[in-house]
């Protein structure tokens, strides 16, 4: 077994390995290849994804199955002035696809109708009674996004009414598909090879796809030889990078590109509910690929948890400053109040959780949990038990409202679908890393022996392949601005295209405390008197940081975490975030 610095046991409890065979320091122009071929990337294909462009990674938006026949239909309504409404999901996947098609929509002449449902009283994805209504306020056409893959009774109810709908969707389907004008998803079971392999994408971008072969349509009709200005699409990547980091969609091949591109037309602050948004979250540069996750896409999902579900669609489509101004106001106070609610749900969920931690799936369950943070919640508990975790909120009737989270691997979208498809759930689906379900009363138990039997395998030998995975390997002068750029070329880095992890040693640990929430820190030093900065986050109660904290002068360590830059007080220094050290022989 081929040990990344002989480590077979870090002080962490896990064994290191080289994510591709590192052969001493690459130089910063070699570090960004061996970044890529690192992440599955052929040395022939390097070229094309040191610097993901949208010509080069978008599709035929035609090899997806129904997407010629959506936008022939979203044509015809263009054309005639039709009606058309957009059903989108409460979530950030849902605002940003709701908020790319209105924008198009508006620039096109149209004035959409936007329906987000609210998450607790109407629950996911769209309704019959909802749809109805839809056609009584004049609409001839909805068009669903991020939801609608499993909605077979309300598209039902949609087709007697006499209204066209079509799905655009990215949950996995079930072999028998609802009853629509069309629907367009490329993890539709019978899928063609091309829009197979675009599995990975967000219904954010599936909707921009949408509006790609729109565009392509109206382009084909004439509708733009008179000198009509047509609509610049690429103006909405911003919201397509949004969409697809918040959803933890993984970030290759075309994702790569739209979060690459789309960070760029963000930094030119041309979405006013956006740019209203960073500065309510006090973000003082251009967004990055973290804060699009970790800033800016809880503030635009904490409308749909614990405030009004179209609050983040309102902000990102608005024309008006002083409603920007207030709408991202009240999502940031709302977020506030989620984090709040959040921390008391979890702090009972993991003390269930520790019931379980020896079992193949966590499911935890209660009554009295808000069902607006159980998503998160379960998100935490699977970092924290390194396994697929559940959290469900039981309701006054006795049904369970649950949302899960997984590890690679394991694909609990499937296990959830194949849960319903067995009866055990009133209603369930997702995708590989992520689900949302309804239990029925008292089907906790049976579904937790469902799951437990059907993923245990998945989970052990995901489990029994988890290793600390190093990118490359520098000497404690090594850790530089100049690093962190050339780290950097290879992003931006996210689900599926982990951040780079670097080996610095050997070290001396100097000046070694607690700061903070129980965070360890300290100095390193080389064999030749050179020094950075690092720290170990939450570490201070854990083995790993008690073993940080009473090391001797004489004793040398390998330390192995990402490097970023130090800018406190203007400085433009590196510092490594550890995640695990190994001593140094």
């Known amino acids: 077994m081929n040990f990344a610095l002989g480590v077979e046991r870090s002080l962490g409890g896990q064994p290191w390995r080289w994510r591709r065979q590192c052969e001493g320091e690459p130089t910063p122009d070699a570090l960004v290849d061996e970044l890529l071929l690192a992440r599955g990337i052929g040395r022939e294909d390097l070229a094309r994804h040191r610097s993901p462009t949208i010509r080069d990674f978008l599709p035929d938006p035609s090899a997806f199955r129904d997407m010629d026949k959506a936008a022939l239909r979203l044509a015809d309504a263009v054309e005639a002035g039709e009606q058309i409404a957009i059903f989108g999901d409460y979530d950030v996947d849902g605002a940003t696809s709701s908020a790319v098609l209105v924008l198009l929509l508006r620039r096109l002449g149209l004035d959409p109708i936007t329906y987000i449902p609210d998450r607790l009283m109407e629950g996911y994805g769209p309704s019959g009674p909802a749809l109805v209504s839809l056609k009584e306020r004049g609409a001839t056409l909805v068009v669903t996004v991020d939801c609608g893959a499993q909605a077979f009774e309300a598209l039902e109810a949609a087709h007697t009414a006499g209204l066209d709908v079509v799905v655009i969707d990215h949950h996995q389907c079930a072999a028998a598909l609802p009853l629509c004008h069309a629907l367009v998803n490329p993890n539709r079971l019978d899928e063609a090879e091309i829009g197979a392999a675009h599995g990975h994408v967000a219904a954010v971008g599936m909707a921009f796809l949408l509006g790609v072969a729109l565009l392509r349509e109206l382009r084909r009709r004439g509708r733009f030889s008179d000198g009509t200005a047509e609509p610049k699409i690429l103006d909405l990547l911003d919201l397509v990078a949004l969409g697809t980091v918040a959803d933890v969609a993984k970030l290759q091949s075309l994702n790569r590109a739209f979060v690459t591109q789309g960070l760029k037309v963000m930094a ?142 394991v694909d609990l979208g499937a296990a959830v679908l194949a849960a319903k498809d067995s009866g055990l759930l009133l209603a369930g689906g997702g995708h590989a890393m992520a689900a949302g379900l309804t239990v029925r009363p008292g089907g906790i138990d049976a579904l937790r022996a469902f799951l437990d039997q059907r993923l245990a395998a998945d989970v052990e030998r995901s489990r029994e392949n988890r290793s600390l995975l190093l990118d490359t390997l520098c000497a404690p002068r090594g850790v530089a601005a100049n690093l962190c750029d050339a780290l950097d070329a290879g992003g931006p880095y996210g689900a599926g295209w982990p951040s780079p992890r670097v080996a610095s040693g050997p070290a001396r640990l100097l000046k070694t405390g607690i700061v903070g929430n129980g965070h360890v820190r300290g100095l390193a030093c080389g064999d030749d008197g050179s020094t950075f900065k690092w720290i170990a986050f939450r570490s201070g109660e854990t083995a790993f940081g008690q073993a940080l904290l009473s090391a001797s002068a004489d004793q040398r360590f390998w330390l192995a975490g990402s490097i970023k830059r130090d800018e406190w007080n203007g400085g433009n220094k590196a510092e490594m975030h550890v995640d695990d050290a190994a001593f140094a022989t």
């Not at 983040?312 to 489509?317: D, S």
């Not at 009240?330 to 109040?337: A, I, K, S």
Request: proline share 4%; charged share 25%; net charge positive.
């Open 268 to 409: 030119q602050g041309n979405n006013i509910g956006l740019a209203a948004l960073a500065q309510a979250a006090r973000l003082v540069k251009a967004p990055s690929c973290r804060d699009l996750g970790f800033a800016l896409g809880p503030r635009i999902n904490a409308g749909g948890r614990v405030g009004k579900s179209d609050l983040g669609v309102r902000l990102l489509t608005t024309s008006c400053p002083e409603e920007a101004r207030t709408l991202a106001a009240e999502l940031d106070r709302l977020n506030e109040e989620r984090r709040a609610i959040e921390q008391m749900v979890l702090e009972a969920a993991e003390r269930q959780g520790e019931q379980q931690a020896d079992a193949p799936v966590i499911l935890v369950a209660a009554s009295g949990w808000h069902p607006g943070v159980i998503g998160i919640v379960a998100g935490r508990l699977k970092e924290r038990f390194g396994r697929p975790a559940i959290v469900i909120a039981i309701e006054e009737d006795g049904r369970g409202k649950g949302s899960g989270r997984s590890i690679n691997g």
